[in-house]
């Protein structure tokens, strides 16, 4: 099934290289970053960015059949490898790594007290911040007593607004999604880095030609934005849990 896709679209001028925007496929947890880097990059360069976001797997899938990415900036590192190594896009590099928080707007996000009713999780299969979330259940041993409860969205953008909207009073999300939100420290807890498996983040390039090179300007410019990153929960490349490339 193709699951839709959110598009962005920041700045649509004829000052783009190559005449268009660049076109990227990002991931759900780093959409939010993602839009103030872009932003940040038209304002510098005058260049225009279209972002789409969604789940990591739909959008290997769409990549696969031809869809017309020039970037993709993936939740795991597999895919982007994947990828590379089919020769459908080169230059597979870690930008991040990610970080798991419990979100419990309404009482205290503690993993063993959970407060009744659904629990929203990124759907395991596709959406690797929803592969943590299991491996922190079952590592933690609690998956068995929360399984009944647990609510899948098709990726972790999903999943947030489960737990925003009230239709699920806990979940497991993205911490930049709540840094990025400014929630409450107080509502949310990061789930100890132990309980799975680090959620390396890479991305590569897709377009071709001039298209290529347009491509990598932005990704270098996007691999400056440290402070950005940091500010958002994430971990750089070489840092502790973070392995680079």
């Known amino acids: 099934m193709r699951l839709p896709l959110l598009f962005f679209t920041l700045a649509l001028s004829a000052t783009a290289q190559a005449g268009e925007p660049l076109r990227i ?3 759900a947890n780093l959409l939010p970053v993602m839009e103030q880097i872009a932003r940040d990059y038209r304002q510098q360069t005058g260049n225009a960015v279209q972002l789409a976001g969604g789940s990591s797997g739909a959008f290997f899938e769409q990549i696969r059949r031809g ?3 020039d970037l993709f900036y993936s939740a795991d590192a597999e895919r982007p490898d994947l990828l590379a190594a ?4 080169t230059a597979s590099r870690t930008y991040a790594c990610g970080r798991l928080a419990l979100w419990t707007p309404r009482a205290a996000p503690a993993l063993a007290e959970l407060p009744a009713g659904k629990i929203a999780i990124a759907q395991p299969d596709t ?4 592969r943590a979330a299991l491996q922190a259940l079952e590592r933690s041993g609690q998956l068995a007593r929360l399984k009944p409860h647990l609510v899948y969205a098709q990726d972790i953008g999903q999943a947030y607004q489960f737990v925003h909207s009230g ?3 806990s979940g497991f999300v993205a911490l930049s999604q709540l840094s990025a939100a400014g929630t409450p420290v107080a509502q949310y807890s990061q789930v100890d880095a132990a309980l799975y498996e680090p959620l390396v983040q890479k991305r590569v ?3 071709k030609g001039e298209r290529q090179a347009a491509a990598a300007a932005f990704a270098a410019f996007f691999d400056a934005q440290h402070d950005t990153l940091k500010t958002a ?3 750089l490349p070489g840092e502790a849990g973070c392995a680079a490339d």
């Open 25 to 27: 496929a990002v991931a």
């Open 67 to 69: 869809a017309p990415f």
């Open 86 to 89: 089919s020769g459908a896009a």
């Open 127 to 130: 959406a690797p911040y929803g």
């Open 167 to 169: 239709n699920a009073p």
């Open 205 to 207: 390039l897709l377009g």
């Open 233 to 235: 929960g994430y971990g």
